[in-house]
């Protein structure tokens, strides 16, 4: 589709935006209809459709919201035209107070004293906004419109001001793009990886630990599986691996920056009479382990990797299960390098991100992060080290978009979005590349001439946070692991009494093949456990009866419903053994 086609289509951010901009506008003109005595807040689009803030006392019910989204359609059927107009500031602050709405009032006496102070009418309504919009409610598409929730939220953010009730809402310009919409947010919720963390016995969250989470057995398989994978691919890449303290000084983060950019987020106490900080990333630490001792060029590029546990202060309104907390372990790594590696290091890392990610049937977009307002360095390094991320990633042939003003502080970065099996995207991956810290730590190398030199480096990590990963793919495979991957692989079904001893025999040789089984030796009819070991998303189920035992066989079902039939053991294990070590996802 040509650029100009797509002008009007969803297909446009900017379009998108506006046409869900004006749909907010169209729910606070219903509001008004229906409730004249509510309290106009502020009404944004956001990435995935729109809100409107309101000060009514009481949370809307899922009735009072259909009778908001009835009158939304009769407003869009009307085709109302939006015309924008312009007060001075008296006249502005006198109109908004005859129309009763103090907190459109307080919006305009926070603005700069030359803004220009605008308006959009529709019909009888009229808000303060800066635009822009539709030029028309009869460009919504009324029968694509959905409320899908009403939440309380604080006036501006701000916990002591006035609590509101925010209605969220989504829109689409077809019906059948709302219903593949609402048809994904129901799946999304079948995958909660919250949900099925307990359903699954991977993992727990406490009210005694908010934002620490508890990994039960079945979860720490899942990970240490997933770990042993990390170690077996940085192996093969070249890296090794070290493990740094979990707290340091206060010295050390000053030094790094960390205290004057990120202490907010921070841990801290007083041992000793001295300040430390808990480590809410690995990187100081690598600095010393690289300081310990001398280097030659011959080295370089030196890979370094790290499962720290690291820590961050995140507010408690932001917690969410794997995806947000407040401990997680970290698959950083650093690479040092002279300059002269630096395309060739970055271009390497991208490779094996490519090798993880497709493992896990992942793919990705690349953002490239350029430098924020809060940074360390030249303009000039900063230009240097952004140009040099833009011609790596050019020559392999990748595409990517620019996130004006997001960079780390010490350096610009490529972030990595994943897109699971939704549709959805999570920032997982990132590759920092940084001339700072080196500077600041004093790092050198002997170079070729014999004299000293500052090598460059650069952070990454591919799987990010280990627990929001687990998250994430909790979600992608809605917690049917590949074999290789699931916490038990193969559970064991005897059909009597009399066959559980076989079933015992069957497992502890498999378990010798080095697999993960369950024997369901509970006195209940196979069915049954069949059905549970389904809901279990094992991958394997084995039924064994009189006639397996007479055969020195075991039959096969897979958690898809296929019945695999009659095999040896020697058989499946070779069957199971093949999906493991080529990390089928199936």
């Known amino acids: 589709m040509s650029e100009e086609n797509n002008q009007y289509t969803f297909e446009n951010e900017e379009y998108r935006r506006t046409y869900w901009h004006t749909c907010s506008h169209v729910l606070a003109q219903a509001m008004k209809r229906l409730h004249p005595e509510v309290k106009l807040a502020i009404g944004p689009s956001i990435d995935n459709g729109f809100y409107y803030d309101f000060d009514t006392p009481e949370p809307f019910t899922e009735g009072e919201l259909a009778e908001l989204e009835a009158e939304m359609r009769k407003i869009c059927k009307e085709k109302l035209k939006l015309e924008r107009f312009e007060l001075p500031r008296v006249e502005a602050i006198k109109f908004m107070e005859e129309k009763g709405e103090p907190f459109k009032v307080e919006l305009i006496n926070d603005l700069p004293e030359d803004a220009v102070i605008s308006f959009y009418r529709q019909g009888e309504f009229t808000d303060l906004c800066a635009g822009p919009h539709l030029d028309s409610t009869g460009r919504i598409k009324g029968n694509a419109i959905k409320l899908t929730a009403c939440n309380a939220a604080y006036w501006r953010g701000d916990s002591s001001r006035e609590t509101l009730q925010r209605i969220y809402g989504v829109a689409f310009p077809k019906k059948d793009e709302l219903d593949e919409y609402l048809a994904k947010i129901e799946e999304a919720k079948k995958r909660d990886h919250r949900r099925l963390g307990k359903e699954l016995g991977l993992f727990m969250l406490r009210d005694e630990g908010p934002g620490f989470p508890f990994f039960l057995p079945k979860g720490m398989t899942l990970k240490n599986t997933l770990l042993d994978y990390w170690r077996k691919v940085h192996k093969k890449y070249g890296y090794v691996e070290i493990s740094t303290p979990i707290m340091l000084n206060r010295q050390l983060w000053e030094r790094s920056g960390h205290w004057d950019h990120y202490k907010n987020n921070m841990y801290t106490t007083v041992i000793d009479d001295v300040d430390f900080a808990v480590k809410p990333m690995n990187c100081p630490g690598g600095m010393l382990v690289y300081a310990s001792e001398p280097h ?169 946070s280990i627990e929001r990963f687990i998250g994430v793919i909790t979600e992608h495979f809605a917690g049917a692991f590949p074999a290789w991957l699931a916490p038990v692989q193969v559970k064991l079904l005897p059909v009597t009494d009399r066959a559980e001893e076989y079933a015992e025999k069957v497992a502890a040789g498999l378990d010798a093949k080095g697999f993960r089984v369950e024997v369901d030796g509970r006195n209940e009819k196979i069915g049954k456990k069949i059905r549970e070991a389904t809901l279990e998303k094992i991958p394997y189920m084995l039924v064994v009866g009189d006639r397996d035992m007479e055969n020195g066989t075991v039959s096969v079902r897979h958690r898809s419903g296929e019945d695999l039939g009659a095999m040896t053991l020697d058989q499946f294990a070779a069957l199971l053994g093949d999906e493991v070590k080529e990390m089928t996802i199936k």
Request: hydrophobic share 35%.
């Open 296 to 464: 030659s060029y011959r080295e370089l590029p030196l890979r370094v990797g790290e499962i720290g546990l690291v820590h961050r202060h995140e507010l408690s309104g932001a917690l969410h299960g794997l995806f947000r907390v407040r401990c997680f372990n970290q698959d950083d790594a650093h690479v040092f390098m002279t300059r002269d590696q630096m395309q060739d290091v970055i271009q390497e890392t991208v490779r094996l991100f490519d090798e993880v990610y497709s493992v896990f049937g992942l793919s990705y977009t690349i953002e490239l992060s350029t430098m924020p307002e809060d940074h360390i360095g030249t303009e000039e390094e900063w230009e240097r080290n952004q140009d040099i991320l833009k011609a790596a990633i050019t020559a392999m042939g990748k595409d990517f978009v620019i996130n004006e003003g997001d960079g780390a502080f010490y350096g610009p970065k490529l972030d990595f979005h994943l897109a699971d099996s939704l549709g959805r995207t999570w920032q997982c991956g990132t590759i920092q590349l940084d001339s700072q810290l080196p500077e600041r730590f004093e790092l050198e190398y002997t170079g070729e001439d014999g004299q000293k030199h500052r090598p460059v480096m650069i952070h990454r990590v591919v799987l990010g």
